[in-house]
């Protein structure tokens, strides 16, 4: 079956440090992937969105990767702040759909 | 642009009763979507539009639900009866196509008591 694993415990981490969270897939040949953030009571806000023929996107302190070997894309915050605190999504765009698969999702807490 | 728009926020009401929500997507965004989240399954895709045409409503749970989008810049989404089971956060998005991201609303919390 088709599925997308994001680690369901919250990743806590010290301000200043790099949080990197993880999304695996299994039986799905993306044609991009998407990272979102979500704050409690609020949708879903864009980040990024990586495609399948590029290894690597940034956007100011945020760096996606993308192997479609390994089936996995690894989201990177650098020099994290509490105000990064949120649920960080992953989801799929296959390339014959334009419907937006998502993962559950990971609680980042970053202490001061 | 004030962004995707959905009405009501909060919605309670009793089950058997039917429930509409609505949403205003961003002017000029092709595709429209409708998820629904809870904690159990996540954000999960009930439909979406192209043009204001329906292209997958695989994801709709049963005949219970219906959508509709009668021109570019409003939608429905519907639940008659409503059931307990039903109650989650509504969310609509919409998004321009190709390669950009989508904009969510706030969402509707539905509670069908």
């Known amino acids: 079956s088709q599925k997308i694993e994001q680690n369901s415990e919250a990743l806590n981490i010290q301000e200043g440090k790099t949080a990197t969270l993880t999304c695996n897939y299994t039986?799905?040949?993306?044609?991009?992937l998407q990272w979102y953030r979500q704050d409690p009571g609020r949708g879903p806000v864009f980040l990024l969105l990586?495609?399948?023929?590029?290894k690597e996107k940034r956007k100011e302190r945020l760096k996606v990767t993308f192997d479609t070997t390994l089936k996995q894309s690894l989201f990177h915050i650098t020099a994290s702040q509490p105000a990064d605190s949120a649920t960080y999504l992953c989801?799929?765009?296959?390339?014959?759909?334009?419907?937006?698969?998502f993962g559950s999702g990971t609680r980042l807490l970053v202490r001061p | 642009d004030a962004g995707v728009i959905q009405s009501p926020r909060h919605e309670v009401t009793e089950m058997g009763q039917e429930v509409t929500l609505r949403c205003k997507p961003i002017s000029g965004h092709d595709y429209l979507f409708w998820y629904r989240q809870t904690m159990m399954r996540g954000l999960e895709l009930l439909i979406y539009?192209?043009?204001?045409?329906?292209?997958?409503d695989s994801g709709m749970p049963e005949d219970r639900f219906s959508a509709k989008m009668p021109n570019a810049s409003f939608s429905t989404l519907k639940i008659q009866p409503s059931e307990p089971r039903d109650s989650a956060v509504y969310f609509c998005?919409?998004?321009?196509?190709?390669?950009?991201?989508?904009?969510f609303g706030s969402g509707t919390r539905l509670t069908v008591v």
């Open positions: 998005a919409s998004s321009s196509g190709g390669s950009a991201g989508y904009t």
């Open positions: 539009f192209n043009n204001n045409v329906p292209i997958d």
């Open positions: 989801a799929l765009t296959m390339d014959s759909s334009y419907k937006l698969i």
């Open positions: 990586i495609r399948e023929n590029e």
């Open positions: 039986n799905y040949s993306p044609a991009y």
